[in-house]
């Protein structure tokens, strides 16, 4: 069974950067899979933040592009998160999640539990 | 971004009654190759959201059978054939479709 398991800060001062990590179990960070990052704010919706494959090609969503990077470690299969410049507004769960792909599109079909990070000084 | 909307906002159902949810795109979800790229997911309270019908209409491994997807192109449906007390929470649905993926803005499911 695929497990995702998300580290990182639970606070982090404005104007600085958020950093996460989510470890995978039970698949290989090599795969055809791609990897996401979807937020949600308290007691808000969820928005997909992007996506990474095990090349490091990445997608990310055009309103966090200017200020997120994703990144793979395939010999620790993990994947990460970093968003800088960080506001009130970054307050949020973040859930890792695989992205399970078909030939046109891909789909978060495994999530992790999710980790709260609070962006206040 | 497409625009995805789901109705009703809420809903309150008894055990063993349906359900149903519905969920429009701003634009199409068809590829040429048929298939619609439309997902369903549920949050329990306090969980992660877990997948439930992938395509419009694939139902997720382990996923029971009273739940069902139906719809193509902007307009797609979530059934519940007879609801029972783990369905509760809030079911989402998202397109992959287009860049960026987006989701709408959840319905939430209580039971009477």
């Known amino acids: 069974q695929v497990q995702l398991q998300e580290s990182g800060p639970g606070l982090v001062k404005p104007s600085g950067t958020l950093s996460l990590t989510c470890a995978v179990s039970g698949d290989s960070i090599s795969s055809s899979d791609w990897w996401s990052w979807v937020r949600q704010a308290p007691g808000k919706g969820l928005e997909w933040i992007g996506e990474?494959?095990?090349?490091?090609?990445?997608i990310y969503n055009p309103s966090v592009k200017s200020r997120v990077t994703m990144s793979v470690d395939r010999s620790k299969n993990q994947f990460s998160l970093k968003l800088t410049s960080v506001t009130a507004a970054d307050t949020a769960v973040y859930y890792c999640?695989?992205?399970?792909?078909?030939?046109?599109?891909?789909?978060?079909?495994?999530w992790g539990q999710g980790t709260l990070v609070t962006v206040s000084s | 971004e497409i625009v995805m909307t789901q109705t009703p906002f809420s809903l309150s159902v008894a055990p063993g009654q349906p359900a149903s949810i519905s969920c429009k795109s701003s634009q199409s979800l068809l590829h040429s190759d048929g298939k619609s790229y439309l997902y369903w997911f549920l949050q329990r309270p306090g969980q992660s959201p877990h997948l439930l019908i992938s395509?419009?209409?694939n139902r997720f491994s382990g996923v029971p059978d009273r739940f069902s997807g139906s719809g193509s192109g902007t307009d797609f449906t979530l059934t519940i054939s007879r609801v029972e007390a783990e369905d509760v929470g809030v079911y989402y649905c998202?397109?992959?479709?287009?860049?960026?993926?987006?989701f709408g803005q959840g319905t939430n499911l209580e039971i009477k």
């Open positions: 999640a695989r992205g399970s792909c078909t030939v046109y599109a891909c789909y978060p079909d495994y």
């Open positions: 395509e419009a209409s």
């Open positions: 990474i494959d095990h090349s490091g090609s990445t």
């Open positions: 998202m397109q992959s479709r287009h860049l960026p993926y987006t």
